[in-house]
């Protein structure tokens, strides 16, 4: 079983990029899949999950209304589409599932609930 975060890369505030979670080994119709990021000398902050059971999602407040998460299971991909980008979304991203299709809030923030972790991908934005 394999995550593979991509599609980072710089930008300037204001603009926008599209992260990418793809896996191996499973689905993603049958795991909920959550973002985190860490910024340099941060720790690790949850950014948003997706539930494949009913599609149900959540945000982060700082990034809610910039960033969307989605599903595509014909392509066994979680997006992560963040718009009006900050200096302050400058992080390494990463992505996580959970073997349980069905996360509340309470526990789609919990690191220590997901299973599986890709490797990140880093986001700069300049100011």
């Known amino acids: 079983v394999q995550l593979q975060a991509s599609g980072g890369g710089s930008v300037q505030a204001g603009g926008s990029l599209r992260l990418s979670c793809e896996a191996s080994?499973?689905?993603?119709?049958?795991?909920?899949i959550g973002w985190f990021r860490q910024a340099p000398g941060k720790e690790r902050e949850w950014v948003s999950c997706?539930?494949?059971?009913?599609?149900?999602?959540f945000y982060a407040d700082s990034v809610k209304g910039r960033l969307t998460i989605s599903i595509d299971n014909a392509k066994n991909t979680v997006s992560l589409r963040m718009n009006s980008l900050k200096p302050e979304d400058t992080a390494v991203y990463y992505c996580a599932a959970d073997r349980i299709a069905k996360l509340y809030y309470s526990e789609c923030v919990d690191s220590d609930q997901y299973d599986y972790w890709g490797q990140g991908t880093l986001v700069t934005v300049s100011s």
């Open positions: 997706i539930s494949s059971y009913d599609g149900s999602t």
């Open positions: 080994g499973f689905t993603f119709s049958d795991v909920a």
